[in-house]
């Protein structure tokens, strides 16, 4: 287990009681980049699962919440390793089988990074990621004295620097300063329970007052990934982050190959080849460049079209049809053709029986239907907040592609803003980093990104076939969700049924939920407070 972090003004120091404790398991205590070992694979994903509510470093979590539990119960993860680093490369070398690098992966953690740089880290697929939330986290800490946010190497003696942190620190002192006011607002709207204990109750109004605030951050808002993934994928982002203009991104990527390379060396011994990872990656440097330079050319004159926040931009007429013949397919013998023939011939109210079949009795949103769903499939135009843009950003089973973050789509403010009294501060926090934005625009549009609040709004697409528009929709539709991504997918779910009149299909995702929800968080921490207290040994 890997894990990078870009480092914070400041490192951390641990005691000498602690730093023998931590000795065992980590390969070193000094550097922003070490390794995990000796540990059990439910202790590393425990360490990832915790990231998503805290504002602690990996080492720090481990000390405070995993040292006792794993003392004296350390594994031997080194016996054996030489022979099949041996046996690796010579697969690679003499057959270059691909395949071999799914075989063996590593957990890597990425800490300090910017939420610029977290969607490249999670573009792939086939990888798992946890990431902090801004939701249980305040970013209200100032480690070393400054605020949580990158300063990109870019502008290191650059004249922007010295403005870039200006609008950047006004952005964080206001959302830090509105943070207790809106929690007091929330609780004068929603009082307390008599039901609800004082945990659940103020988790669920701090969660709600995060929501609330969270689009003043700006996007250089440093965060901490958790990733899981095989050797062949960790090449791929490798030479994606290699290629990549941003120079955070091609740190990230140094630093995670020589630490990598103490873990997985044989699955990476290609990325920094000239023949094979150079030359790839330098392939994707050229194709970017050359496709932004044409579109510039063709496109650059031309003004958007006003578009609504979630458009169904393309879907099949027959795609429901599909679905009916494919899930009739394996309980029968007859062609594709046929069964196709059929569901055509068949109404809606007997198509709709089918699908009810397939679709059984699901019992909660874990109980999906098989892949007949996966006949038919769904394009969707979003123009969101960049905080919701975050969260569908994630879905790894569908393609999403999307354009640079600007400020030229407007921003966000929820209602909550103007009746907390917040709105003149949240507005002047808008058009400072607009001005900053354009500013930097003129250095490096990739560049720019870094100053924009989550408010603002980006505009990205997703295709996705109905089985995986049943998890998204229901996913982002629980009353828990954001409600920003609330409102996205409970529109995607209104589309699929009433444009694509794909009734059946959307009938399918029992799930989706649009109840308008007061405190998102609260039924939740409920739930979690009853799965506390009937653990063994609650009291």
């Known amino acids: 287990m890997t894990i990078i972090r870009v480092p914070d003004p400041t490192e951390e120091s641990f005691t000498s009681d602690e730093r023998r404790a931590l000795t065992p398991y980590f390969t070193n205590l000094d550097q922003p980049v070490f390794a995990l070992r000796n540990l059990p694979e439910v202790v590393k994903g425990a360490l990832f699962a915790r990231y998503s509510r805290s504002a602690k470093s990996i080492r720090r979590l481990f000390l405070d919440e995993f040292l006792d539990s794993v003392v004296g119960d350390t594994v031997h993860a080194g016996i054996g390793t030489e022979r099949a680093e041996r046996l690796y490369e010579r697969v690679f070398g003499d057959y270059g089988d691909d395949s071999v690098a799914q075989l063996g992966g590593a957990h890597l953690a990425c800490e300090g990074v910017s939420n610029v740089l977290t969607k490249v880290l999670e573009r792939g697929r ?20 400054g605020w949580k946010y990158l300063t990109p190497p870019e ?34 709207r929603h009082p307390q329970s008599s039901t609800d204990s004082d945990g659940v109750y103020r988790a669920a109004i701090r969660a709600k007052a995060l929501d609330t605030l969270r689009g003043l951050l700006p996007a250089a808002t440093r965060s901490n990934v958790g990733i899981f993934g095989t050797g062949q994928a960790f090449e791929h982002l490798l030479l994606r982050l290699r290629a990549h203009p941003l120079a955070e991104a091609r740190d990230c990527a140094d630093l995670m190959l020589r630490e990598l390379r103490r873990l997985i060396p044989a699955f990476l011994t290609r990325v920094d080849r000239e023949d094979r990872g150079v030359r790839w990656s330098r392939y994707l440097t ?9 579109a510039a050319r063709l496109l650059g004159q031309i003004d958007p079209d006003p578009r609504p926040e979630v458009a169904l931009t393309e879907f099949d007429p027959e795609g429901e049809v599909k679905v009916v013949a494919a899930a009739l397919y394996e309980s029968s013998r007859l062609s594709e053709n046929q069964l196709l023939e059929i569901a055509r011939r068949m109404g809606a109210d007997e198509r709709a029986t089918v699908l009810r079949a397939y679709i059984g009795n699901r019992a909660n949103r874990r109980h999906r239907p098989g892949r007949a769903f996966e006949r038919t499939t769904y394009s969707f135009e979003m123009l969101s907040d960049y905080g919701a843009f975050r ?15 600007t400020t030229d789509h407007g921003y966000t403010e929820p209602a909550a803003i103007e009746e907390l009294g917040a709105v003149d501060d949240w507005r002047r926090v808008m058009d400072r980093t607009a001005e900053m934005h ?9 560049l720019a990104q870094y100053t924009v609040a989550m408010a603002y709004r980006i505009r990205y697409r997703m295709q996705m076939n109905a089985r995986e528009a049943m998890h998204v929709i229901e996913l982002r539709t629980s009353p828990q969700g954001h409600p920003a991504y609330r409102r996205v997918c409970q529109r995607m779910h209104r589309l699929i049924a009433e444009e694509a009149g794909h009734q059946a299909i959307a009938d399918a995702m029992t799930f989706a939920d649009h109840s308008a929800v007061a405190l998102e968080r609260l039924s939740a921490e409920r739930n979690s407070e009853r799965r506390r207290e009937a653990q063994p040994g609650a009291e």
């Not at 050229?286 to 044409?294: H, K, L, N, P, V």
């Not at 969260?391 to 973050?405: A, F, G, K, N, Y």
């Open 438 to 446: 354009q500013a930097l625009r003129a250095e490096s549009t990739q």
């Open 126 to 145: 086939l990888m798992a990621y946890l990431e902090q939330s801004t939701r249980y986290v305040p970013y209200t800490d100032r480690p070393g004295g």
């Open 286 to 294: 050229e194709t970017r460049s050359e496709t932004g330079a044409i």
């Open 391 to 405: 969260d569908l950003q994630r879905h790894r089973l569908l393609t999403i592609e999307w354009q640079e973050l």
């Open 155 to 188: 502008l290191e003696g650059h004249p922007l620097r010295a403005p870039y942190q200006a609008t950047l620190d006004d952005a964080f002192q206001t959302y830090s300063r509105w943070i207790e006011p809106a929690q007091a607002y929330y609780r004068r």
